[in-house]
């Protein structure tokens, strides 16, 4: 059964025949993140200057998760979004490792790892999303 998202976007998990096809195209620092819950080195990511117009979708299935008009500059060394395109499509999920206690983000459609989420961020929302960019793939608009 189809599963919706408000914004009308299929939020249905993968079968394993198709997560097995998504996972055979990432490479291994994507697969060390997405899949192992990995982090990248801060200031090194791809799109941590992204500043073009377009939508920030999960890496491993393509569900839009961030809009450009969300990233903000936040010094953190990933790229920071402070909405997603549709609350629906960012898991939030307890992380205690590390001795911490912290807001994992994952993509609700295929439950990969994109980053954590923290009430530091700017106004409307005051949270930041900091997101792995490995985790995510920029589609530009038009």
Same mark, same amino acid.
């Given at each position: 059964?189809?599963?919706?998202?408000?914004?009308?976007?299929?939020?249905?998990?993968?079968?394993?025949?198709? &997560?097995?096809?998504?996972?055979?195209?990432?490479?291994?620092?994507?697969?060390?993140?997405?899949?192992?819950? %990995?982090?990248?080195?801060?200031?090194?990511?791809? #799109?941590?200057?992204?500043?073009?117009a377009?939508?920030?979708?999960? !890496?491993?299935? %393509?569900?839009?998760?961030?809009?450009?008009?969300?990233?903000?500059? *936040?010094?953190? %060394?990933?790229?920071?979004?402070?909405?997603?395109?549709?609350?629906?499509?960012? &898991?939030?999920?307890?992380?205690?490792s590390?001795?911490?206690?912290?807001?994992?983000?994952?993509?609700? !459609?295929?439950? *990969?790892?994109?980053?954590?989420?923290?009430?530091? %961020?700017?106004?409307?929302? &005051?949270l &930041?999303?900091c997101?792995?960019?490995?985790? #995510?793939?920029?589609?530009?608009?038009?």
């Amino acid at each position: 059964m189809t599963q919706l998202s408000p914004s009308g976007f299929d939020l249905t998990p993968p079968t394993d025949s198709q &997560r097995a096809a998504l996972e055979a195209d990432l490479n291994a620092e994507e697969k060390r993140v997405l899949l192992q819950h %990995g982090t990248e080195a801060p200031f090194c990511g791809g #799109l941590l200057g992204e500043k073009s117009a377009g939508v920030y979708c999960c !890496r491993e299935c %393509g569900l839009p998760l961030f809009r450009h008009q969300t990233k903000f500059e *936040s010094g953190t %060394g990933w790229p920071s979004f402070y909405a997603p395109i549709d609350p629906d499509h960012v &898991r939030a999920i307890e992380d205690r490792s590390y001795g911490m206690r912290r807001i994992e983000t994952r993509c609700a !459609r295929c439950d *990969s790892h994109q980053g954590h989420v923290f009430p530091d %961020g700017p106004p409307p929302t &005051r949270l &930041r999303y900091c997101i792995n960019s490995v985790s #995510l793939a920029f589609v530009a608009d038009a």
